[in-house]
């Protein structure tokens, strides 16, 4: 380890202190680094990854497709890892994550195998101090979260009567073990029918001697159509790369492709049909993204909901399995999800399916899961239940601003979050939040969103440092604002309308919200650089008693 550089200021360890090793923590650790600020990624595993380094279920892989589902920002980085097919499994994704580790020299400034219990800010000296599980405690001028929207920290087991009884073996997917876990002649039960569940369900199938599934609510979702790279394409986007990248960065989703511009009305119904099934033989995310206002109308969302819902009843061939999984929510409301033989792994004879919605989950027994219906044995039970994701990484851990203020406090438990961009909150000076809440984080490819906001965070420390400013802090109007702006946004979508982790109704008794910016990446890149341009419009920045508003 190096730790090396002295701080720029006198007293802290370092000059910035990030959480988390991931897309986010790596990236930001570069920049800053490249910019001569003393950085100390703080993170709890025994190496890089953060998300990818704990969902280790079988068949867990990206949703973004491979090509644009990395960094950008370096060329030659770029250039020297090649993925091996469309959408990539999770043990491809770590390794890219360590490629880039490696290459850029990461590791000398990441502490692993460390948590951070508390962040307090330090009214008098200016300063972050963080409390670590090794018992020791670190400062810096700057604390960056790079824990992202869904973590670690922020699992979900529903609290299930009885688990502490029950005498097989169980597991949630975002903390995976990381040794294989042999499904082999068990009688496996999966609760939860998300991303992960979607995922998992087909692979688990393929060992497990019978496989229950829990479900609560059906989902609509499309092949992957994954398949192998053609070196062709690969050398093609390697060749192409600005131009990509300028696309990807100016889109609403953070991929280089162009959005239909009509409604789904204004097509006919076979006009409809036939683009619909284009997609669903593309496969990804292409359906997602066919028409633009799938997510703020009704009629033309039940298009696509439908033309889904006939699918599922082509694929399964038990009609009443095939009725029990059918959707009826607001497709794309919840996180749009793709799969590879997910309807078709129901026409197996050793899987069935449970509504829990209809016969609760009761509790867990010693030997399974009992229904309010009746109990179903297993040897093993897989928890795919979600993340309490935004707020929960962040909430999670005890962070306090001015006042010993916490965020919890702040944000009323998740209840009122209040930020600037999603990127800072007010009492909580020289904090930010990489794809913090109310930014527009998750609604896309990630990786642009994370690489805007660690560019936009670097760009902010380099003109504090060059200005002389000990302190940036938004404004309470700026973020009262901010966040009046994004709540409308929601309410004039569909998304308010559905009951997912987006709006927090996945947690018991969490606050509802809908904690995302819907403006898109692209408008949301230029906001946020017209900010910094105005010389960080809606912030406060302050050097010794000077505060410039
Ligand atoms: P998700 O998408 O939150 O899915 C969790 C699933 O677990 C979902 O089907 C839930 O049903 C189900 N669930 C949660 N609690 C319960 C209880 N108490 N009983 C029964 N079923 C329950 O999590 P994932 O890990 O799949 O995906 C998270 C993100 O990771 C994903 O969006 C990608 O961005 C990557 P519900 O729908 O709430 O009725």
């Known amino acids: 380890m190096s730790f090396s550089q002295q701080p720029i200021k006198t007293g802290t360890d370092f000059d910035c202190l990030v959480i988390g090793a991931g897309f986010s923590g790596m990236y930001m650790l570069h920049l800053l680094r490249e910019a001569g600020f003393s950085t100390r990624v703080i993170e709890k595993g025994d190496g890089v990854g953060g998300a990818w380094y704990w969902s280790r279920y079988p068949g867990a892989r990206c949703?973004?497709?491979?090509?644009?589902?990395?960094?950008?920002?370096?060329?030659?980085?770029?250039?020297?890892?090649?993925?091996?097919?469309?959408?990539?499994?999770?043990?491809?994704?770590?390794?890219?994550?360590?490629?880039?580790?490696?290459?850029?020299?990461?590791?000398r400034d990441i502490q692993f195998n460390t948590e951070v219990r508390a962040a307090h800010f330090d009214e008098d000296e200016n300063i972050w101090r963080l409390h670590l599980s090794d018992g020791t405690s670190v400062t810096a001028t700057y604390f960056i979260s790079g824990v992202g929207c869904l973590s670690i920290n922020a699992t979900n087991i529903p609290n299930f009567k009885g688990l502490e009884q029950f005498e097989g073996d169980w597991y949630h997917t975002g903390a995976w073990p990381h040794h294989k876990v042999n499904f082999r002649g068990?009688?496996?039960?999966?609760?939860?029918t998300g991303s992960s569940g979607v995922q998992t369900i087909p692979v688990i199938a393929q060992e497990a001697e019978h496989l229950t599934v829990f479900q609560r609510t059906p989902q609509y979702s499309v092949p992957a159509n994954n398949h192998p790279l053609e070196e062709e394409f690969i050398q093609y986007v390697k060749n192409h790369l600005p131009e990509i990248r300028g696309k990807m960065r100016e889109s609403l989703g953070g991929l280089p492709f162009a959005p239909f511009e009509r409604s789904a009305l204004d097509d006919?119904?076979?006009?409809?049909?036939?683009?619909?099934?284009?997609?669903?033989?593309?496969?990804?995310?292409?359906?997602?993204?066919?028409?633009?206002?799938?997510?703020?109308?009704?009629?033309?969302?039940?298009?696509?909901?439908?033309?889904?819902?006939?699918?599922i009843k082509e694929i399964v061939k038990d009609p009443e399995t095939a009725e029990k999984l059918m959707p009826t929510y607001y497709y794309g409301t919840k996180r749009a999800i793709m799969d590879t033989n997910y309807f078709e792994t129901y026409n197996r004879d050793n899987v069935s399916l449970v509504d829990v919605k209809k016969a609760p989950i009761a509790e867990i027994t010693a030997k399974g899961v009992r229904t309010e219906d009746r109990e179903y044995e297993l040897d093993v039970l897989v928890f795919a239940t979600g993340y309490d994701g935004m707020t929960g990484p962040?909430?999670?851990m005890d962070i306090r601003g001015r006042d010993g203020e916490t965020l919890k406090q702040k944000w009323e438990n998740g209840a009122h979050v209040r930020t600037y961009l999603g990127l800072?909150?007010?009492?909580?000076?020289?904090?930010?939040?990489?794809?913090?809440?109310?930014?527009?984080?998750?609604?896309?490819?990630?990786?642009?969103?994370?690489?805007?906001?660690?560019?936009?965070?670097a760009d902010c420390l380099k003109h504090m440092r060059e200005t002389g400013m000990d302190t940036i802090e938004a404004t309470q109007e700026a973020e009262e604002e901010w966040s009046r702006k994004c709540r409308e946004m929601a309410e004039a979508t569909l998304y308010t309308?559905?009951?997912?982790?987006?709006?927090?109704?996945?947690?018991?008794?969490?606050?509802?919200?809908?904690?995302?910016?819907?403006?898109?990446?692209?408008?949301?890149?230029?906001?946020?650089?017209?900010?910094?341009?105005?010389?960080?419009?809606?912030?406060?920045?302050?050097s010794g008693s000077n505060t410039v508003v």
């Open 63 to 107: 949703d973004s497709e491979s090509v644009y589902y990395n960094y950008t920002f370096s060329e030659e980085l770029y250039n020297e890892w090649t993925w091996s097919s469309r959408f990539p499994e999770q043990p491809e994704i770590l390794r890219y994550l360590n490629f880039a580790a490696d290459r850029l020299d990461l590791r």
């Open 424 to 457: 800072t909150t007010a009492g909580f000076p020289n904090m930010f939040m990489i794809t913090g809440p109310e930014s527009p984080s998750v609604l896309g490819n990630v990786p642009v969103a994370i690489e805007q906001h660690v560019e936009w965070t």
């Open 186 to 192: 068990k009688r496996v039960g999966v609760i939860g």
């Open 268 to 311: 006919t119904p076979e006009e409809r049909r036939k683009v619909y099934e284009e997609a669903w033989e593309k496969g990804g995310s292409a359906l997602f993204f066919t028409y633009p206002d799938l997510l703020t109308n009704e009629e033309s969302n039940t298009t696509a909901s439908e033309f889904i819902r006939s699918k």
């Open 394 to 396: 962040l909430l999670k």
């Open 497 to 542: 309308k559905t009951e997912s982790w987006y709006t927090g109704a996945n947690i018991e008794g969490k606050p509802r919200g809908f904690l995302m910016y819907l403006g898109g990446y692209g408008p949301y890149r230029e906001l946020c650089d017209e900010i910094a341009e105005k010389g960080y419009e809606g912030f406060a920045l302050a």
